[in-house]
């Protein structure tokens, strides 16, 4: 089964909207992490945001924010006002447990950010 | 400077041919990893390693070693290159559990070509 589902392969969103791409996951141990990872063209992986199991407010850094709503298993992220700079690849991943910190990632989503 | 370097960034070879993919990091982290991702599927883990002296296979480690020659270098080796190793190789570190959110930090990558 899948860990991590992420349902849309692509977004489409104009420049200074906002935008949610979506997350679910699966999992039965209490203590877990997850994690936005964005993928611009260039190919790096940039690590933009963490939300943990017990965490109890929604996670944020900048124009990005984590919806979390742990009863759905869902950790969908939202960007704020897009930026054309914000046309990528979106990954979310999972780290199960607070031992060894595997990852396992969703298939990702392509955001494209049009003027 | 990139906290996180790999070399080379880019990389084409034969079938049959020994391959290293290396990786440095100046985060001063115990913890390093070595993930592929292919088209469609994510990334997925190849091999891990807590320490210097501890090295620990992935989902998908068949036809790759590794070597964790200090705390800042953990190198990836495909003894006899096949084409479906064909793919985008990703180094990353994280610190020690208990230190915090337990990100992983992603090299740029290195896209492999195996004719």
């Known amino acids: 089964a899948q860990k991590i589902t992420q349902t849309q392969p692509g977004m489409f969103v104009q420049e200074k909207e906002a935008v949610t791409l979506d997350c679910t996951y699966d999992?039965?141990?209490?203590?877990?992490?997850l994690f936005w990872y964005k993928q611009p063209s260039s190919g790096e992986m940039i690590f933009l945001i963490y939300?943990?199991?017990?965490?109890?407010q929604n996670a944020t850094e900048g124009r990005y924010s984590l919806n979390f709503q742990k009863a759905r298993k869902s950790a969908n992220l939202v960007i704020s006002a897009s930026q054309l700079g914000d046309s990528a690849m979106y990954f979310c991943?999972?780290?199960?447990?607070?031992?060894?910190?595997?990852?396992?990632f969703g298939t990702g989503t392509r955001l494209l950010v049009s003027p | 400077d990139a906290d996180v370097t790999q070399t080379p960034r880019n990389r084409i070879t034969k079938t049959g041919k020994r391959i290293m993919l290396e990786c440095s990091q100046t985060?001063?982290?115990?913890?390093m990893y070595w993930y592929r991702q292919d088209p469609g599927l994510g990334l997925r883990l190849i091999y891990y390693?807590?320490?210097?002296?501890?090295?620990n296979k992935g989902e998908i480690s068949d036809g790759y070693s590794v070597s964790r020659q200090a705390q800042a270098k953990f190198s990836l080796s495909l003894e006899s290159a096949i084409p479906n190793q064909t793919a985008l190789y990703f180094c990353?570190?994280?610190?020690?559990?208990?230190?915090?959110?337990?990100?992983?930090?992603f090299g740029p990558g290195t896209r492999l070509t195996v004719l």
């Open positions: 390693s807590f320490d210097v002296k501890d090295i």
């Open positions: 999992t039965s141990d209490p203590s877990y992490g």
């Open positions: 985060k001063g982290h115990d913890r």
């Open positions: 990353a570190t994280s610190p020690s559990t208990g230190t915090g959110t337990d990100t992983q930090y």
């Open positions: 991943a999972m780290r199960e447990g607070s031992g060894f910190q595997k990852l396992v």
């Open positions: 939300q943990g199991s017990y965490d109890q």
